[in-house]
């Protein structure tokens, strides 16, 4: 199973953006990198999947390199609602998800 | 549509006692899958039936259970609760279960060991 590494915790300002990047050295050929955001006392809530290349939806983009050893989840002009904790994973066709401690993301104005 | 629902939302027991959680997953949703999220840490699985059947299960001691019902909704049951138990327990529901599939988390069940 391939195991991720990302930041423990990044400060940010309202209007910047904010790019958590995360390490995933040995991803396998049919693994996907799915982001999640938790707020305190919620579930998880997914904001993003891709498998290569550039991903972008209303909230996220995500950034995938050709060597898929990594990616970079980015917020455009994050807002004090995004304070939240960022998880990134590797699925494969696994079943459970395999959550790490998370980037905690702390949005000051 | 409604999301995935937990009850009850908080719950108070004493060391020893069993616990029964329950969810309801989204509508068409076969797969429900159980996650113990410990203050400060990243959720941890814990169970996840899909058409009835366990389909996997983390590591977590036998005190530990679960079962799907015939509409797919889902209890887990803890007996002999331990201090070490009181944490988030989340409840995910996804069509097929498939960690690559997104998964739809309710808002959990905190529970509190004394």
């Known amino acids: 199973l391939a195991k991720t590494t990302q930041p423990i915790s990044m400060d940010s300002y309202e209007g910047q953006e904010v790019n958590i990047t995360c390490s995933h050295n040995?991803?396998?050929?049919?693994?996907?990198i799915t982001w999640y955001q938790q707020f305190p006392s919620q579930g998880p809530r997914f904001i993003i999947q891709g498998y290569k290349t550039k991903v972008t939806n209303e909230v996220a983009s995500l950034f995938i390199p050709a060597d898929r050893k990594s990616s970079t989840l980015s917020l455009p002009r994050v807002s004090l609602s995004d304070t939240a904790v960022y998880y990134c994973?590797?699925?494969?066709?696994?079943?459970?998800?395999?959550f790490g401690a998370g980037t905690t993301v702390t949005v000051r104005a | 549509d409604a999301g995935v629902t937990q009850s009850p939302t908080h719950l108070i027991k004493t060391r020893g006692q069993h616990v029964t959680l329950r969810c309801s997953p989204i509508?068409?949703?076969?797969?429900v899958s159980w996650y113990q999220q410990v203050l400060g840490q990243g959720p941890q699985f814990i169970f996840q039936y899909y058409e009835k059947e366990e389909r996997g299960r983390g590591n977590f001691p036998d005190r530990f259970s679960a079962r799907q019902f015939p509409n797919y909704s889902s209890e887990l049951n803890v007996n002999a609760l331990l201090l070490g138990d009181s944490a988030l327990y989340l409840c995910a529901s996804s069509p097929q279960g498939l960690a690559k599939n997104i998964q739809y988390f309710g808002a959990g069940t905190r529970l509190s060991v004394l």
């Open positions: 509508s068409g949703h076969k797969s």
């Open positions: 040995n991803i396998a050929t049919n693994d996907y």
């Open positions: 994973l590797v699925n494969t066709n696994d079943y459970k998800l395999s």
